[in-house]
């Protein structure tokens, strides 16, 4: 029995060795530094534990964003192609509260005050680890880098602002087969 109890902890040591080999890494495509910008468009507020529920409100939002043409609404006012979702108003970093918002890069936002369900959000100027996602599904691509973004942030050299985190996604994107970037702020 004794013998038997060492041969599976034998293996069980090899595979954990294993599983760490294949463990890889995430690592930022680049470090870049932003001046600050303004985005507008809808927003939710949010966590990370309701967005892992069936209540998630991330994805109705993104729906909402382009069956509303919010796009299209802000037209005179978009500075770039293109739409960004970004992540602000953190609570308690990644574990409370934050707002996002579904938006565009704009100009202007006083000629915005008329639309009533659009909100305007600036990005203060940061410097960023920007991480590039695989190359497919885009919405199954964005969740698996956000899931390798969480386990980096964890490492203790690598510090996240929260002041204001944001993925983009270019004009022509594929939604079936697409990339995005994700913008994330660092001390």
């Given at each position: 029995?004794?013998?038997?109890?060492?041969?599976?902890?034998?293996?069980?040591?090899?595979?954990?060795?294993?599983?760490?080999?294949?463990?890889?890494?995430?690592?930022?495509?680049?470090?870049?530094?932003?001046?600050?910008?303004?985005?507008?468009?809808?927003?939710?507020?949010?966590?990370?534990?309701?967005?892992?529920?069936?209540?998630?409100?991330?994805?109705?939002?993104?729906?909402?964003?382009?069956?509303?043409?919010?796009?299209?609404?802000?037209?005179?006012?978009?500075?770039?192609?293109?739409?960004?979702s970004c992540y602000f108003n953190y609570?308690?970093?990644?574990?409370?509260?934050?707002?996002?918002?579904?938006?565009?890069k704009v100009q202007e936002t006083s000629?915005?005050?008329?639309?009533?369900?659009?909100?305007?959000?600036?990005?203060?100027?940061?410097?960023?680890?920007?991480?590039?996602?695989?190359?497919?599904?885009?919405?199954?691509?964005?969740?698996?880098?956000?899931?390798?973004?969480?386990?980096?942030?964890?490492?203790?050299?690598?510090?996240?602002?929260?002041?204001?985190?944001?993925?983009?996604?270019?004009?022509?994107?594929?939604?079936?087969?697409?990339?995005?970037?994700?913008?994330?702020?660092?001390?």
């Amino acid at each position: 029995m004794k013998q038997n109890k060492e041969k599976n902890l034998t293996e069980w040591k090899h595979e954990s060795s294993e599983d760490k080999m294949t463990l890889k890494q995430i690592e930022p495509t680049r470090i870049e530094e932003l001046s600050s910008f303004t985005l507008a468009g809808i927003s939710a507020v949010t966590t990370n534990e309701t967005e892992r529920s069936k209540n998630g409100k991330i994805g109705k939002l993104f729906e909402q964003f382009h069956s509303q043409n919010i796009g299209k609404k802000l037209g005179v006012n978009i500075q770039e192609d293109g739409h960004y979702s970004c992540y602000f108003n953190y609570e308690q970093g990644d574990a409370g509260l934050y707002e996002i918002m579904v938006s565009v890069k704009v100009q202007e936002t006083s000629q915005l005050q008329s639309l009533d369900t659009i909100n305007t959000f600036t990005v203060p100027a940061a410097k960023y680890a920007v991480f590039v996602t695989e190359k497919g599904p885009i919405i199954e691509m964005v969740q698996r880098a956000w899931d390798d973004i969480w386990q980096w942030s964890q490492q203790p050299s690598n510090n996240r602002a929260f002041t204001g985190d944001f993925e983009y996604y270019s004009k022509d994107i594929n939604p079936e087969d697409g990339q995005a970037e994700i913008y994330i702020s660092i001390k």
